[in-house]
């Protein structure tokens, strides 16, 4: 399996890609960058949706548009009138640095997206919450250094989160009608495993193993994550790949981002491709990206 180039963008900090399955595009992220784009698959001209500060994640919102985090909250984003609209409270705002990063919705709507400590020398100051329709934002985790991955189980019995300096993939217990989550255990062990990067995007397949974006790392791995196992490795052609999403008609196209934030620029000279956003078939079909609910 090896990836092919998506798009024609070299992006800053590609992240928090997801599939509108309707509308059959892509909508990915440049966090540090501050935009939101749109691919449309066999079209490498990928269209900027939105300038966003720090935008973290896009997801697709039920009733039109998107669902963004950026800096200190939750956005609703109009794709006609390009307006940002509060979902939430500010949080975190006595940390300056700190940021909202990735985020994802669950089956039954949530909005899930957590924090990280936005200073190069990275403490546990950041956070989990959840968002749900009527509800305030509540927050789920705390100690929390850089808030990535999430995913669900096809059964909706398990949720999947990584905070990337521990170098683990954490599983929950999770309830589909109340959103508890309980029990975590760690799935996967970088360290133990003896995996290059640490992981940091994911997305999960319909027999329900685990894909991983390895940052630092240059790859994404398939996992069990009943045993723990490796499954499968694909090689990208950036080693900052930092997330990982289903996508495609048949939902079998694996969809990868990438940056070029923090590589020397000798470095960046000789890998082109960094930065970019890739394509590959994943040979087995994922699960489809959820839209928010509210
Ligand atoms: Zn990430």
Redesign the pocket.
């Given at each position: 399996m090896i990836p092919e180039i998506a798009s024609n963008l070299r992006v800053e900090l590609g992240?928090?890609p997801s599939w509108d399955a309707e509308k059959k595009v892509l909508y990915w992220v440049d966090i540090t960058g501050g935009a939101v784009y749109v691919h449309t698959p066999n079209d490498p001209n990928d269209k900027l949706v939105q300038r966003v500060k720090d935008v973290g994640c896009a997801v697709p919102r039920k009733g039109g548009g998107l669902a963004v985090a950026s800096q200190h909250g939750l956005y609703g984003l109009d794709l006609e009138t390009k307006a940002l609209t509060p979902l939430t409270e500010q949080v975190e705002t006595d940390r300056a640095e700190n940021r909202f990063?990735?985020g994802k919705c669950d089956p039954a709507g949530r909005f899930w997206a957590g924090t990280m400590d936005g200073r190069p020398t990275r403490s546990p100051i950041g956070a989990f919450y959840v968002l749900e329709k009527g509800r305030k934002l509540k927050k789920v985790l705390s100690d929390i250094t850089v808030s990535?991955g999430m995913g669900w189980s096809p059964d909706n019995k398990t949720m999947y989160y990584i905070d990337?300096p521990t170098r683990k993939v954490s599983a929950f217990d999770y309830a589909l009608s109340t959103g508890e989550i309980k029990n975590r255990r760690t799935v996967v062990d970088f360290a133990q495993t003896q995996q290059q990067g640490n992981p940091?995007?994911m997305a999960v397949d319909a027999e329900g193993m685990i894909w991983v974006a390895h940052?630092g790392g240059g790859r994404v791995t398939r996992w069990n994550p009943s045993t723990g196992k490796l499954l499968d490795t694909i090689i990208v052609p950036a080693d900052q790949s930092?997330?990982c999403c289903f996508g495609g008609d048949n939902l079998d196209e694996l969809y990868i981002t990438s940056a070029r934030k923090g590589i020397d620029p000798k470095i960046l000279a000789a890998k082109p491709l960094t930065g970019a956003l890739f394509v590959v078939k994943a040979g087995v079909r994922g699960l489809p990206t959820n839209a928010f609910d509210g």
């Open positions: 992240e928090g990063n990735d990535n990337s940091d995007g940052w930092s997330s």
